[in-house]
């Protein structure tokens, strides 16, 4: 009769209370996938190139989940808390009917564990389904493919995902359980209302409103200027203004509300009673719904700020696959011999071109200075007539720097234009390109505006035009290789100028067939392992791959969109289930009022419609505030995370962020349906007459 009394009433709080259920099984898939990421087919490939960086991260989410499981357990607690205050009558009459307390207690265990262990299976299919399918499409996007992969099973991440699961739910429990000891029977069977708050004049809450949203802008301001990134110090100036801001703003809000209530109508049933009642939640739970708003804020910068630098480092431009270079005295001879090593060892076959990239720099008299060999003065003057901007000043300064840049051979990078499926370039007598590595769209597009008039440059005494755009296709795989400023000339030029003496790297790319079949890195991979039986060295050279320059890149990729969508979903998670078990234990202690309408003749309907009207509200403000903030949060965070090169394209990342924080709001109208049921549910035992002795 026991177990059958606790697994009744297991399964029907699970029933009630649907919404709390559902968080914690998305909180086992959560914890399992980031405790399962070392199986993980991107980790595993990853530890091969960036190994310290990946046990870095490792440990830092061992480290993310531990401070999860303090968020959650704070998660439980109220939620728990809610449960047994919902069910205190029940309680005190089974104390009533001669139930001794211990096994009440034991009752409630039983009914606690019952709920974990359901949530467990439910969770942990879940969570290894999603692991598996996270793990091929990551591999996917990365360029990985489906050849080798692993199984992302990972046995000590269930040990770990149930051990803390259950761990701070008996923690919670524990506590609750001990109130619950000292309660005497009539506290139990009493609603006690709770104690309003004192109020304050009204002027008090409007400075505060007003101050919290002064502190908030100076916040964002610092954030999206990008002062809060100088140092710690400023970073914690920033932080410390954003919550005291928040704070402020929400306990000056109940200004608003009550002018709400003043000026609501007869429109809608029960519209005054509907107000005064958010109005009380906020007076009295501002502080919560503070907390919940930044919660929400930060799941929304999370995962807006997150999905974005994950998508805007997948368009990483990929040309080539592999460069070899030459550090010889004969460039040609060196060529030749790469070339040779390559056929001899078989692998020649699987690249589809082959061809050599030469780099130079202008011959100079022993005379000559340097700084004599090129004058951009035409270029910097036409930079100076465009309207003054912090980009512009930048270029100017960057320009006159380009005193001796490499030249690049016309023929040579019009083969990795080819490559990249892009039209060649045509020089004409006396015209020449300007190339450069550090391309953005804001100060490329400045560039292009004065490169669309032609202006002359003078290199050791003649005059040339630059002509079409700034090029910036990568000309070799090597990263260490960047160029601030190069120009590209004609064959004829380069041989004249730089006097037949030049840097040589051999390009290579992969057959289509190959890359087709394996997938990118896995092509690039099983070459890697025929390439390390050549002994470069012999001939004064050595090979770069593409892989070695993207690891870290994908590292940060992955790193970033793992950490980043973990601790959203913990943050929104948690902030959700707190402001719908908030709003359903002050609609419980407010019982009295609404048995009170009933008398009065109110409907079910109306009181239906009255309480998901304040749903709405109690979740809209923190929800609204927070929406708003994260405009400004995720752009303060990608000021902050993005890299000189990625801040040119931060207009399309935050539209991406944009659509996340759109589909978050869905999941919060999500949340916001089933605390209304539950609220409706409860309203459903209110329409039954209560029985008077």
Same mark, same amino acid.
């Given at each position: ?106 009752? *409630?265990? +039983?009914?606690?564990? /019952?709920? $974990?262990? =359901?949530?467990? &299976?439910?969770? @942990?299919? #879940? %969570? ?71 109020? *304050?004049? +009204?002027?008090?809450? /409007?400075? $505060?409103? =007003?101050?919290? &949203?002064?502190? @908030?802008? #100076? %916040? ?77 804020? /930060? ?395």
């Amino acid at each position: 009769m026991f177990f059958k009394l606790a697994m009744r009433n297991s399964r029907r709080s699970r029933k009630e209370n649907g919404l709390f259920f559902a968080s914690l099984v998305v909180s086992i898939v959560a914890f399992y996938i980031i405790l399962a990421l070392s199986h993980q087919d991107v980790m595993i490939f990853l530890r091969s190139l960036e190994s310290d960086a990946v046990n870095s991260l490792l440990q830092i989410a061992a480290v993310f989940y531990v401070f999860s499981l303090v968020m959650l357990f704070f998660l439980i607690y109220y939620a728990s808390k809610y449960q047994l205050e919902r069910r205190r009558h029940e309680l005190g009459m089974y104390i009533m009917m001669g139930m001794r307390r211990s096994k009440l207690f034991a009752l *409630l265990m +039983a009914e606690d564990l /019952g709920s $974990s262990v =359901v949530a467990l &299976l439910i969770g @942990l299919p #879940i %969570a290894i389904l999603v692991s598996e399918v996270v793990s091929l499409l990551t591999a996917r996007l990365v360029g990985l493919g489906v050849i080798g992969h692993h199984v992302s099973f990972s046995l000590q991440a269930v040990i770990l995902t149930t051990v803390g699961f259950v761990a701070i739910k008996l923690a919670a429990f524990l506590i609750l359980s001990g109130k619950l000891a000292r309660k005497q029977i009539g506290d139990l069977l009493v609603d006690t209302p709770e104690t309003e708050k004192k109020q *304050l004049p +009204a002027p008090v809450y /409007g400075v $505060s409103a =007003v101050f919290g &949203l002064v502190a @908030l802008v #100076i %916040a964002y301001c610092q954030g999206i200027g990008g002062y809060s990134w100088i140092s710690v110090k400023y970073m914690a100036v920033t932080i410390t203004l954003g919550f005291v801001g928040m704070f402020l703003l929400f306990f000056g809000l109940r200004l608003f509300v009550d002018a709400l209530a003043r000026r609501a109508n007869g429109s809608k049933p029960l519209a005054v009673f509907g107000f005064r009642q958010i109005h009380e939640n906020v007076a009295t739970k501002s502080g919560t719904l503070a907390i919940s708003s930044i919660l929400i804020l /930060g799941a929304l910068c999370c995962c807006g700020s997150g999905v974005g630098i994950c998508i805007s480092r997948q368009n990483m431009y990929h040309v080539l696959d592999y460069t070899f270079a030459s550090y010889g005295d004969d460039a040609e001879a060196d060529s030749r011999n790469i070339r040779a090593k390559l056929e001899e060892a078989g692998v020649l076959e699987d690249f589809s071109d082959v061809f050599d990239m030469k780099l130079g720099y202008i011959k100079m008299g022993e005379n000559e200075s340097h700084d004599d060999a090129v004058n951009v003065g035409n270029v910097i003057s036409e930079l100076e007539k465009l309207k003054a901007s912090e980009d512009r000043d930048v270029l100017i300064n960057n320009m006159s720097y380009m005193t001796y840049p490499y030249l690049i051979q016309e023929s040579a990078y019009n083969k990795v234009l080819e490559a990249a499926g892009k039209e060649p370039l045509e020089l004409g007598e006396n015209e020449l390109a300007l190339y450069t590595d550090f391309f953005t769209d804001y100060r490329g597009g400045l560039l292009n505006e004065v490169l669309a008039e032609s202006p002359e440059v003078d290199v050791r005494g003649d005059e040339y035009h630059l002509i079409g755009e700034v090029q910036t296709t990568k000309i070799v795989t090597d990263s260490s290789i960047t160029l601030s400023f190069g120009l590209i000339v004609d064959d004829d030029t380069f041989a004249r100028l730089t006097n037949d003496n030049y840097e040589l790297y051999v390009n290579a790319i992969l057959k289509k067939d190959i890359v087709d079949g394996k997938g990118l890195m896995k092509a690039i991979m099983d070459e890697n392992e025929k390439l390390d039986g050549i002994d470069f060295e012999s001939i004064n050279a050595d090979c770069e791959s593409y892989l070695q320059n993207i690891g870290r890149n994908m590292f940060y990729t992955v790193a970033a969109g793992y950490i980043t969508l973990y601790l959203a979903v913990v943050f929104l998670i948690i902030a959700n289930t707190i402001i719908g078990v908030q709003f359903l234990m002050g609609q419980r202690k407010s019982g009295r009022r609404y048995r009170t309408l009933v008398k009065l003749g109110a409907t079910y309907e109306m009181l239906c419609s009255s309480a998901n009207r304040q749903v709405g509200w109690y979740f809209g403000i923190p929800v609204a505030v927070a929406a708003v903030s994260s405009i400004f949060g995720v752009r303060a965070l990608l000021t902050g995370i993005l890299s000189e090169f990625m801040r040119g394209r931060v207009k399309q990342i935050l539209i991406i962020a944009a659509v996340m924080i759109i589909l978050l709001c869905v999941v919060e109208y999500i949340y916001m349906t089933a605390v209304k049921r539950s609220s409706n549910r409860y309203l459903m035992a209110m329409m039954t007459p209560e029985r008077v002795e």
